[in-house]
């Protein structure tokens, strides 16, 4: 009996800890693109779509500061901005802009779904 109570009790555990794994919060990179063309007005929003989701938020904020700097690298001359959780560069005198941002899972950029 006393083992049996005690198996039930490694199983309760065991299922215990796998909940809380899974619940763990994920992190999520998010990017987007605009173009920008006044004199032609022309607007191409490319809208925000995920890059990658992470386990930890030091983990999304590493890649992001990785696609920051490639971003950079590949759109000259620009301006850019990084901040902790997020990253924006305008480039071509201002026409485009690329964004990036790392959120947790629970938090969607583009707003509630259905509007």
């Keep these: 009996m006393r083992l049996a109570r005690t198996a039930s009790l490694v199983i309760v555990l065991l299922l215990a800890s796998v ?13 987007n693109a605009e173009v920008m ?3 032609k ?21 590493a890649a992001m500061r990785k696609n920051f700097l490639e ?7 620009n301006t ?6 997020s990253y924006r560069i305008l480039t071509f005198g201002g026409e485009a802009s690329f ?4 959120l947790p899972d629970t938090i969607d950029p583009r707003g509630p779904k259905g509007q």
């Design 80 to 85: 850019g901005h990084l901040d902790a959780d």
């Design 37 to 39: 063309k006044p004199s």
């Design 99 to 102: 964004n990036g941002k790392c």
């Design 19 to 31: 909940a809380t794994a899974f619940a763990e919060a994920k992190w999520v990179l998010w990017s």
């Design 41 to 61: 007005r022309y607007h191409e929003a490319r809208g925000w779509h995920v890059e990658d989701a992470f386990t930890t938020q030091p983990d999304c904020v």
């Design 71 to 77: 971003q950079v690298a590949r759109t000259t001359p």
